[in-house]
């Protein structure tokens, strides 16, 4: 496993997006962070404090689960479905939250679940890890790190609230994931 | 999870599962668009081969609200009681692309039966006097909203226990979460077949009343032969009816639920009925999300993958 992210860049990664997020939108006024279950919720806890630090006045936020949005129930193990909890999105300002931008796939599902609970003025997509290889036409408005992978390595992404510490790592793909990634 | 057909043997873990995620499908419903994408494309059949209104219009609106599409089977008038004619009628749902198919019939055992030729998950929705999981399902839903669990729940379930399978399913779904249950009915209207019951029983409702959490009164099930086993209805009314004046002796937290269709006078009065602490609209509201959790676990992918 090797690192690519310490606490420490994650952290100042997490500092640049939330005053990246208020030059863009003026303030923050009238943003919900939205973070996505289950590492997006600490992160988008996090910027929400960076943002009540920097605005001096309080940020709504809320938590999104998309198990019910997914479009793999299929070829994937069961479900556990987690709450969903957010403020009225209706003309606000949503920042979705999550750990790693991958296939997109995530992130079309909350896109969904998003517009069941409201009608959102503007939504925007704030990750830590971009590692490329979209499969649907969705990007990111705000990313910690750019990071060129191949599919058949594994981005782990660690957060102190959940998993003890913060960072990024790379797994290797073991021989066998290699032979079936070829 | 493959089929869900008994509450009988179903583990703590399970059930718990079950209703986890029935709490976020409650949430679902309230929504100003309670809908949401999970089973599109899947088809649920509910074939109800025995009267019914709340569950099969529940099951309908459970595959609904998670965006799958119902087929509907009922037997009208014509009889279909024959294996040979059950077998045949799974069959050709099946042909017609059924993905999962909830049964309700007469006959105890019928829904094993379907499971066996559906080749495809099948819900019970209550085989004669024997099962009704899902009824247990949001039953405990509604305790556990109510009271935040069931570990130490002191519920009495009260009336028909012979004839009903809510009581059947009932006692396996309370006790596994942890409630202590008592069964109160006259000797006529107990099963001949308590023996491995976790239960205590009494035939004096008002001895327990006092000490309960929860009263779960039951229908007398005429169209079963419930009430031919006791000499009048104002007679049972007067010693097994959730009567106002037994209503004002109870703890003034016990709630009182039923399982539906209730028949003010006799099992329940008219004045409980509509108390705030008869909790009747929210077990069947209930119904729905622990219905939809089920369809949900069943057809919404599977551990093993």
């Not at chain 1, 409201?118 to 990071?147: S, T």
């Not at chain 2, 495809?120 to 004669?128: A, I, L, Q, S, T």
């Not at chain 2, 209805?233 to 016990?254: C, H, I, S, W």
Request: proline residues 5%; charged residues 25%; aromatic residues 4%.
């Amino acid at each position: 496993m090797r690192s690519v992210m310490s606490g420490g860049d994650m952290d100042r990664a997490l500092r640049r997006i939330a005053h990246e997020i208020v030059e863009r939108n003026r303030g923050a006024d009238d943003l919900v962070i939205v973070g996505i279950r289950t590492r997006g919720v600490p992160l988008a806890e996090r910027l929400m404090d960076l943002l009540e630090e920097i605005e001096g006045s309080s940020v709504a936020s809320g938590v999104l689960d998309i198990g019910m949005y997914r479009d793999d129930l299929d070829s994937r193990p069961r479900t556990v479905l987690g709450p969903t909890e957010v403020p009225i999105i209706d003309g606000k300002t949503i920042v979705l939250v999550d750990d790693v931008l991958y296939t997109g796939r995530t992130i079309r599902a909350a896109l969904d679940a998003l517009a069941d609970l409201g009608r959102a003025a503007v939504v925007q997509l704030a990750v830590i890890v971009d590692r490329g290889h979209r499969e649907l036409p969705i990007r990111a408005d705000f990313v910690g790190k750019n990071l060129p992978t191949a599919r058949a390595e594994h981005v782990t992404v660690r957060v102190a609230e959940t998993d003890g510490e913060d960072g990024v790592w790379i797994d290797e793909p073991t021989p066998q994931e290699q032979g079936s990634a070829a | 999870m493959k089929h869900l057909l008994t509450m009988e043997g179903v583990d703590r873990a399970t059930l718990t599962s079950l209703l986890d995620d029935a709490d976020e499908f409650y949430e679902v419903m309230h929504r100003p668009i309670p809908k949401v994408p999970a089973l599109r494309g899947k088809t649920v059949a509910t074939m109800f081969f025995e009267p019914s209104t709340r569950t099969k219009m529940s099951f309908e609106r459970a595959a609904k609200s998670l965006s799958a599409d119902t087929l509907s089977f009922s037997p009208g008038t014509s009889s279909l009681k024959k294996g040979e004619s059950l077998k045949d009628t799974v069959l050709t749902v099946k042909a017609m692309g059924a993905d999962l198919m909830v049964v309700r019939h007469t006959s105890t055992g019928a829904a094993w039966r379907v499971a066996e030729w559906a080749g495809v998950p099948v819900v019970n929705g209550g085989d004669g006097a024997h099962q009704h999981p899902t009824q247990a399902l949001l039953d405990s839903l509604t305790l556990r909203q109510h009271f935040g669990g069931l570990d130490g729940l002191r519920v009495a379930i009260v009336g028909d226990i012979r004839h009903s399978r809510v009581a059947r399913s009932d006692v396996w779904a309370f006790t596994t979460l942890g409630a202590e249950v008592t069964l109160v009915a006259p000797p006529t209207l107990l099963p001949p077949d308590l023996v491995g019951w976790p239960v205590a029983v009494s035939s004096d409702f008002d001895d327990v009343l006092s000490e309960v959490d929860a009263v779960y009164v039951l229908r007398v099930q005429a169209e079963r032969g419930g009430a031919s086993v006791f000499p009048s209805v104002a007679e049972y009314r007067q010693r097994y009816g959730m009567t106002n004046a037994r209503f004002n002796t109870l703890k003034p937290d016990t709630i009182v639920m039923h399982p539906g269709p209730m028949i003010r006078g006799i099992e329940i009065d008219g004045g409980v009925a509509v108390d705030p602490r008869c909790k009747v609209l929210e077990q069947v509201t209930n119904g729905v999300a622990v219905r939809m959790a089920v369809l949900f676990q069943l057809l919404g992918g599977s551990k093993d993958v």
